[in-house]
């Protein structure tokens, strides 16, 4: 019963991010069309949707109900959406209050700029909120610091508004852009991928893997060129392309560290591979007064470089590994798998063509979700799918969450950096580092760019991974730290869930019950996706579990003294060494067991009714790929 309610409260929850996720990318489509409110209570809600978001997936739930931290994030949930809706609708008398700085300003302030700090660290980590803190104690205490940190200070309320209420810093032209630009990248992504877009690529990327030597490796560096360039998300890009590519090389003999390696740098490329690239563009377009469309076409080179470099690095190593061409019957063939993708290279193009033609980047990418929209829902007609407009309905809303789902995270740390950007001017210390980058390096170029870049590898975020954050049910990790499980993946003795297979119950003890134990818990899990439907597992392992016993080394030297035939004297050495099994005390002959290996699961198949179901097929693959680590050859999903 505690499981079930564990898992209902969890499907709530993620069904009510799903509904503000929804909300948030119709709403930012229509704003960018109609100004529905003013800009400074535009990038409000923009925050407060995000805000939303993030704090909804950070409710963590234990026992059916949420945990204190999870009371927490609900508390400030709350607060969140309290703060921003007085935010906005206070604006004008806000706006109006320059000089004046009145408590209900202050306190505002104090409010959003604490929610903000809270909710990057829970998705980036600590590094940028401490960074952001650092920025205003130096807006503070600026008076008391000696030398060139010197500068006039601030007051608190003056601090404090400055950076949130007189809607600069968490709500200047950071979190503008993520506003205004970022989030129709996102939901452009998102409806690439919901479409079938991404699946496209990787097929058109395995495919084209088997025509040429090293193409195990190349097919990570050539889908991670092509989904990068539509994501422009370097999380994204690994989470899509890594859980095929990895499995893939190591497959054909490459190293592990090697295949890590090779989709990392892959999926980086991306971030810098056009026509979407990063945020940092739209950053830069925005500084600098650039028009996007000839940042991308500046970034194509070096770009076009850097893939070049791998996959030449790549090559390198498969001569040396003996990586051969390979065909593979099984994938789609590469004209099949192109034709399938070229549907979805009309809106990237129309994209390109409408920046190309002076277009802003709001409306390019308003009229190429439009286009994206359209050719899917032709492509469910053609498809001929037993309801296309309910399947394309579906497929669209799955796109805008997943675009609204990717910029909060994006959107609370640009309004968290915003902070930094504002005390960097408001004090003066932007131009004291640049005078200070220019001192050192001279008239040398390449010093001044290394140093720019060691000051981004610096403040480069790190996306905080919360596992807990979409757990439906009880986790085997959590069952293993609370000691239900042993490592072997057997239950504890003293704390034994009995786990029912049909009618019959059994334990996590032998081989074939440790089967039915995954079985069962991969059972729950899957049926609790909505979608998926009625589900039967079959779960084989490879091995029996293996049991590591303790020894004792027990050494022993000798030392003889020698008489030669000339007289002499000689000491000879001699040791010997060896093991002896421990023995539990009190047993009867039972070695002393110090780590029992878990067997390793050989293939996995499912048999779903909602298998044939757009790209639901993939979805489950890879679900089973996380949780057991298996490569995608040995698990088949079947329909029902």
Not at 206 to 218: D, E, L, N, V
Not at 251 to 264: I, S, V
Not at 586 to 603: L, R
Request: glycine share 10%; charged share 15%; with cysteine.
């Amino acid at each position: 019963m505690e499981a079930t309610a564990k898992a209902g409260l969890a499907r709530t929850l993620d069904r009510a991010t799903t509904v503000v996720a929804v909300l948030m990318s119709i709403y930012h489509l229509v704003a960018c069309n109609i100004n529905l409110f003013q800009a400074g209570q535009h990038i409000n809600l923009h925050i407060l949707f995000a805000l939303v978001i993030v704090f909804l997936q950070a409710i963590k739930i234990k026992e059916g109900r949420p945990t204190w931290q999870g009371w927490c994030m609900i508390g400030l949930l709350a607060a969140s959406i309290a703060v921003c809706v007085y935010i906005h609708f206070n604006y004008t008398n806000f706006m109006t209050a320059l000089g004046a700085q009145p408590f209900d300003k202050v306190f505002s302030g104090v409010c959003i700029l604490l929610i903000v700090l809270i909710a990057t660290q829970r998705t980036w980590g600590w590094v940028i909120p401490v960074i952001s803190v650092i920025a205003l104690l130096y807006g503070y205490f600026g008076p008391y610091l000696p030398g060139p940190l010197f500068h006039g200070g601030l007051s608190f309320s003056r601090l404090i508004t400055y950076v949130t209420t007189n809607f600069d810093g968490i709500y200047g032209m950071l979190a503008s852009v993520s506003a205004n630009t970022i989030i129709l990248f996102t939901i452009f992504g998102g409806m690439m991928d919901a479409f079938g877009a991404i699946g496209a690529i990787m097929n058109v990327a395995m495919s084209a893997s088997t025509k040429i030597r090293s193409g195990g490796a190349q097919v990570a560096v050539l889908s991670s060129g092509l989904i990068g360039s539509i994501t422009g998300s370097v999380a994204a890009n690994i989470t899509l392309t890594g859980a095929v590519s990895i499995p893939l090389m190591k497959k054909r003999g490459y190293p592990a560290e090697f295949a890590a390696a090779c989709e990392a740098a892959a999926s980086t490329g991306g971030a810098i591979l056009p026509p979407v690239m990063n945020a940092a563009a739209f950053i830069i377009a925005s500084w600098t007064g650039i028009p996007y469309i000839t940042l991308v076409f500046v970034g194509i080179t070096p770009a076009l470089l850097y893939y070049g470099g791998i996959a030449l690095s790549v090559y390198i190593k498969a001569c040396k590994l003996g990586d051969e061409k390979v065909r593979d019957e099984t994938l789609t063939a590469f004209h099949s798998a192109f034709l399938n993708l070229l549907v979805f290279i009309i809106p990237v193009i129309l994209l390109v063509v409408l920046m190309v033609m002076g277009e802003s980047a709001q409306k390019s990418l308003f009229l190429a979700i439009c286009c994206l929209a359209l050719v899917g829902l032709i492509q469910q007609f053609v498809m001929r799918e037993e309801k296309p407009l309910h399947a394309f309905v579906k497929k669209l809303l799955a796109g805008f969450e997943n675009g609204g789902r990717t910029v909060a995270s994006i959107a609370v740390v640009m309004a968290c950096m915003g902070v930094v950007v504002q005390m960097m001017t408001a004090t003066g210390l932007s131009s004291k580092i640049s005078q200070f980058a220019l001192a050192i390096a001279g008239d040398n170029l390449l010093i001044l760019v290394l140093l720019g870049v060691l000051l981004f590898i610096i403040a480069l975020p790190v996306k905080k991974e919360d596992p807990a954050a979409t757990d439906t049910g009880t986790d085997i990790t959590e069952q293993y730290n609370a000691g239900i499980l042993t490592s072997s993946g057997q239950q504890n003795v003293a704390q034994q869930d009995t786990v029912y297979v049909g009618t019959q119950a059994v334990t996590a003890g032998s081989m074939e019950e440790y089967a039915a134990y995954l079985e069962e818990k991969l059972k729950k899990m899957l049926e609790s996706v909505r979608g998926v439907g009625e589900v039967e597992v079959m779960i084989t392992l490879e091995s029996s579990e293996e049991r590591i016993v303790e020894k004792d080394m027990t050494a022993e030297r000798s030392q003889t003294e020698e008489q030669d035939s000339a007289g002499g004297t000689r000491t000879v050495s001699s040791s010997n060494t060896g093991y002896q099994t421990v023995y539990q005390e009190g047993s009867q002959g039972s070695p002393f067991v110090v780590k029992t290996i878990t067997p390793k699961v050989e293939g996995v198949l499912v048999v779903a009714e909602g298998a044939g179901k757009g790209n639901m097929t993939g979805e489950i693959t890879q679900v089973v790929q996380a949780l057991f680590g298996v490569e995608a050859h040995k698990v088949k999903v079947l329909e029902k």
